[in-house]
């Protein structure tokens, strides 16, 4: 070998594309080529297969289309498993195999265009985590049925919030990130969902997304099954778990509750702070009106709430008399809107909808509560609402 030669060998690669594949015969070779066509003239890559035995036979195609590919910069290799071990594992066989410095994941149906990959590598310059995704602008989905519409979404729904991803589309097996990202990352690897657990536990990663349209395969048929939504269900639970046990970044699910929680709390404190300072106020001016003597209970009350609520509800320190006045005059606000919709909400359940006291009750203080909650959370306090 030639001084020349050995160089080359000796520069880093820069592009591994992984194409997991079961059952993709009518696919694998058009797959190959295109990404040959689409990668930038002369890059140096290598595209690993990881083939779980298919009985088409997709194993050995791959294997001798790699023949026939030959000189154009691109090598290819097949790693065979024994069997159907699922689409996750499949990918993080090809990871650990990698040597690229930067890894492109793809399903091998022709759904995921090759062309997507040269704006994956742009983009990556300045991230971690590529993703290309099918619900940012410009992005689209052709040739799915409705269901399977909706349940993508909701899939998607589930992740975003159980898990406090913020990325449009992490239920996309289309993605791209820096190899060295992974070092010492335990994955489960269940079901189909890498993309998933690699956004949870990369933590500080930096993630982009950018724009594809997703074409559904004409050969063959995808192996998304009851089998895989199982494991989706088992991997989000998994990874809830994961991040409850990292304590860095809480979950909004949980931060929104716990808060909810404490607002509740301090509303109940409400209440018997209200009975006493009436009642103290008729034992100390024993000719107070009772009416007087109340609204007195009503106005201590919701002083005391505000101050229990914006010291350990809101967790805000900041007394500041201009800022907290403001706060104050909100918050009283909201709590006399929040009694009269108590009120109407009530009237009108109990005389023309004809439900009874104890239940219309409950439905109108649940309702006129959780209002305040929100109302408070998101203007006087300034929080975010899901968070
Ligand atoms: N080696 C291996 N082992 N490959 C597998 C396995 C497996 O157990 N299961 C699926 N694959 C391969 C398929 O051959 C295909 O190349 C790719 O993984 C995706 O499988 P499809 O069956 O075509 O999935 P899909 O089109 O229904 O789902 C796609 O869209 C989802 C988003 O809604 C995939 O991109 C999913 O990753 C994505 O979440
Ligand atoms: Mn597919």
Not at 31 to 40: E, R, Y
Not at 77 to 106: Q, T, Y
Request: hydrophobic letters at 45%.
């Amino acid at each position: 070998m030639d001084a020349f030669a050995q160089l080359l060998k000796q520069e880093k690669l820069p592009l591994s594309v992984i194409l997991p594949t079961y059952n993709e015969s009518q696919n694998i070779s058009t797959m190959i080529d295109s990404i040959a066509d689409a990668l930038p003239r002369g890059m140096r890559a290598e595209i690993i297969v990881v083939d779980d035995s298919s009985p088409d036979g997709t194993g050995d195609i791959a294997q001798s289309h790699a023949r026939s590919l030959g000189s154009r910069g691109i090598q290819i290799e097949v790693i065979r498993r024994p069997a159907k071990l699922g689409l996750s594992s499949a990918i993080l066989a090809g990871a650990n195999s990698a040597s690229g410095e930067v890894v492109v994941v793809m399903d091998s149906d022709m759904s995921h265009p090759p062309q997507t990959i040269p704006h994956m590598l742009d983009e990556i310059k300045r991230c971690d985590i590529v993703v290309a995704s099918r619900y940012v602008k410009g992005g689209a989905v052709t040739g799915w049925p409705f269901k399977r519409k909706i349940v993508s979404k909701g899939a998607n729904k589930i992740a975003r919030y159980s898990l406090g991803i913020r990325i449009k589309d992490p239920m996309s097996g289309f993605f791209a990130f820096k190899r060295h990202i992974i070092h010492g990352i335990k994955f489960d690897a269940i079901g189909y969902k890498m993309l998933l657990e690699l956004l949870v536990k990369a933590r500080g990663a930096r993630v982009t997304e950018i724009p594809y349209t997703f074409i559904n395969r004409r050969f063959g048929k995808s192996k998304l099954d009851s089998k895989v939504a199982v494991d989706y269900a088992r991997a989000v639970w998994r990874l809830y778990r994961y991040g409850r046990a990292a304590p860095t970044e809480r979950r909004a699910s949980v931060k929104f509750l716990s808060k909810a929680g404490r607002f509740y709390t301090v509303g109940a404190t409400g209440l018997l702070v209200n009975y006493f300072a009436s009642f103290l106020l008729t034992v100390l001016l024993p000719n107070v009106w009772y009416l007087h003597a109340t609204i007195f209970g009503i106005l201590v009350s919701i002083t005391s709430n505000f101050i229990f609520n914006k010291l350990w509800t809101f967790e805000d320190r900041d007394f500041a008399l201009k800022k907290t006045l403001a706060q104050y005059g909100l918050f009283s606000g909201f709590s006399a809107f929040g009694a009269l919709v108590q009120l109407s909400m009530l009237f009108w359940l109990v005389e023309s909808q004809g439900i009874g006291y104890p239940i219309a009750l409950v439905v109108a203080v649940a309702t006129a509560s959780i209002g305040n909650f929100l109302l408070n959370k998101k203007w006087t306090f300034k929080e975010r609402v899901w968070a």
